[in-house]
């Protein structure tokens, strides 16, 4: 009750700091982030692999108007988690950054540089007043060299660089079960499925291809591709296979 | 009590002109003893009548007593402070706390004794000595008629139960095996968790359980209106703890005065605090306390301050969660024990089915049930009115289960 009279002083402008140098309103879009469904960024040596959780509130919601993966330049996929249309937003602020580029210098932009325009952008919305932050955070995954690179966004414009990564709600556990099987020499095959059992770590319902949308940034081709939902599930039915036989190993024990 | 008394008759002579001398004495003599017979009639109703008046003037002198009684000033609380030696004493009045150096009448002087508790009139000589004060609503919060909850009844709390016996009750029952080992007892002990989990049932079978006297309350009757008065209750309360001593305490929902310290300056928020101040003082302050154990309960462990859970005040921290379904089967036993349930209710099975479901929703699941048999008129509970109750009460705490979870505008 105190503490909600206190902190209420302090969250009507993003503008200002609480007295322990807090931005609320920025803390508040990170709520809306983990309010989003999850996303998990996996990177392989191979490639980067994004992986979202597409479930939908109604069958008769079309899944592939669930935007959570979003293509941004040949070379360059996100994956998001919060509010869809400050995302698209930010989506289409990189895109134009990434043509920018190619105009401005002929050659396809770096990953970190694109993330880092990103943030700045995302970090405006949190020192003007009369604006509110981005409630989205972003997994920025290409390829930058010949190197897969992957990155996280947050509404604070922070930026971060990941080998795995999980945004969105469940972050935590997920979070844990990438540290725990995460692995630096990972196939492309690995890492979809390791990101996929990551997501079905924190669900009650099982997966299938429509509920799950798959992004891919190949290294050696240096593309970004999202698989079919028959593609995906065909990597579901694999970890379910896997862990049917890993249950009958059990039985015979 | 008006009444006119009834006089006798007045008696009349009339002499006959004609009469001898003698006829006219007898007849005179006659009327002579009449008279006199009258005059002693008279003569009592008179004596009634003088001694009913005296009554009625000492009603009235009675009454004006009264009356003068009640038109004087009221008498004033004061205090003794001091008492020379001379027959005099330095008292203290309450509210102003102007102190006096009064006489005492002789007796008075040998029975007063410094601390006691003194009327005193507008001249502020004492008039009258009065008991010891303890609030009223100190007293008031003893409970003296066991509740009927036992250590039986409580089901899958066992760990809890033990930590909660062996933090309250061997400190009392057995003291020497405490002194043996050479270890304080832990002073209080914190119940929480979610609601419906059993933590004032806890209590409850500590109180019936226990010879020691069970002083309860709720934390919400410690916030009062005036300022002092909150923090006088906490004082009283432990001070007729120890009265009582051995005594438990025990304090429910302790957050409505627990809460954290914060900087908020509203009088109302700074008096509770105060209140607590009291509570944290009283529980491991300078006062050597006597043998009371503290039990308190919330559901709000979060919002606590941290002072009051430091080791001396709360030494032992409980949490009592929802049941698991061992548990859960216990409780179901223990709520349907006085029910007729047919013999086919498989209670493990149903406490499976019930995930989730906290104590009291399992108490609120089984009265439910009996609800459907009536419902039905039978006189026996099947599986079926278990199931019916579930989903009743499945559907009444998730009414929002059509809408989304969240907006759909956050994916």
Redesign the interface.
Same mark, same amino acid.
């Given at each position: 009750?105190? !503490?909600q009279?206190?902190q209420q002083a302090y969250d009507r402008g993003i503008t200002i700091f609480s007295p322990d140098g807090r931005l609320y309103q920025v803390e508040y879009a990170r709520e809306?982030v983990k &309010? !989003?469904?999850a996303s998990i960024g996996v990177r392989t040596p191979e490639g980067v692999v994004l992986v979202v959780d597409?479930q939908t &509130?109604s069958p008769l919601l079309e899944g592939s108007s669930?935007?959570?993966l979003h293509k941004i330049d040949d070379h360059v996929g996100a994956a998001?988690? !919060?509010?869809?249309?400050d995302a698209r937003q930010l989506v289409d602020f990189a895109r134009q950054q990434s043509q920018v580029e190619r105009v401005r210098y002929d050659e396809p932009i770096g990953v970190r540089t694109l993330t880092k325009s990103v943030t700045d952008h995302i970090q405006q919305y949190t020192q003007v007043g009369g604006a509110r932050p981005f !409630?989205v955070a972003l997994l920025i995954a290409g390829v930058e060299g010949g190197e897969p690179r992957l990155f996280e966004t947050d509404p604070s414009g922070t930026s971060n660089e990941w080998k795995a990564v999980a945004i969105g709600s469940n972050r935590g556990d997920i979070q844990e079960f990438l540290e725990d099987e995460y692995d630096a020499g990972l196939s492309v095959d690995d890492g979809i499925d390791l990101a996929l059992r990551a997501l079905n770590e924190g669900r009650e319902d099982a997966l299938s291809g429509d509920g799950v949308g798959v992004g891919i940034v190949d290294a050696d081709t240096g593309t970004y591709r999202e698989l079919a939902a028959d593609e995906s599930q065909s990597y579901i039915d694999d970890i379910e296979d896997a862990a049917d036989d890993s249950d009958d190993d059990d039985d015979e024990e | 009590m008006s009444r006119s008394p009834s006089l006798p008759d007045r008696p009349t002579l009339d002499v006959d002109p004609e009469s001898t001398p003698a006829e006219r004495l007898n007849a005179l003599q006659d009327h002579y003893v009449d008279i006199v017979a009258v005059n002693g009639e008279l003569q009592a109703q008179l004596d009634d009548v003088e001694a009913r008046r005296e009554e009625l003037r000492e009603e009235v002198n009675r009454l004006q007593r009264e009356n003068e009684t009640l038109k004087t000033a009221s008498l004033y609380l004061a205090t003794v402070e001091d008492l020379p030696e001379d027959g005099s004493a330095v008292i203290k009045q309450h509210g102003n706390n102007q102190e006096v150096l009064t006489e005492l009448s002789p007796r008075l002087a040998d029975t007063l004794e410094v601390g006691d508790r003194v009327a005193i009139n507008d001249s502020f000589s004492v008039q009258r000595v009065l008991d010891d004060e303890t609030d009223a609503r100190a007293q008031a919060m003893e409970v003296d008629e066991s509740p009927s909850v036992t250590y039986a009844d409580i089901g899958g709390l066992d760990d809890q139960l033990r930590e909660v016996r062996e933090a309250v009750e061997d400190p009392l029952v057995n003291p020497e095996k405490f002194d043996a080992v050479g270890v304080e007892p832990p002073s209080g002990v914190l119940l929480h968790g979610p609601p419906g989990t059993g933590k004032t049932m806890l209590a409850k079978a500590v109180a019936n359980q226990t010879d020691a006297s069970f002083i309860k309350m709720a934390g919400s009757e410690l916030v009062r209106k005036f300022i002092g008065e909150g923090s006088r209750l906490v004082r009283d309360l432990f001070e007729l703890a120890e009265q009582k001593d051995p005594a438990i305490i025990f304090i429910d929902e302790i957050d409505a005065v627990a809460a954290k310290r914060t900087d908020s300056k509203t009088s109302g928020d700074a008096e509770v605090q105060r209140t607590m101040m009291q509570l944290l003082s009283e529980m491991d302050g300078f006062d050597e306390r006597g043998d009371i154990r503290i039990i308190a309960a919330t559901n709000r462990f979060d919002m606590l301050d941290s002072a009051i859970l430091r080791p001396g005040r709360f030494d032992r921290l409980i949490e009592v969660p929802n049941p698991n379904p061992d548990a859960r089967e216990r409780i179901l036993e223990i709520h349907a024990g006085e029910m007729n349930v047919a013999d086919s209710v498989d209670f493990s099975d149903l406490a499976a089915d019930t995930a989730e479901f906290s104590g009291a929703q399992l108490a609120s699941l089984a009265t439910e049930a009996g609800m459907f048999a009536i419902r039905d008129d039978r006189d026996e509970v099947h599986r079926q009115d278990f199931d019916d109750a579930y989903e009743k009460l499945v559907a009444e705490g998730d009414t929002e289960s059509s809408g989304p979870r969240y907006p759909s505008y956050i994916q």
């Open positions: 009750m105190q !503490g009279n206190q809306a &309010r !989003g469904t597409k &509130r669930v935007e959570k998001s988690a !919060g509010h869809v249309a !409630g | -």
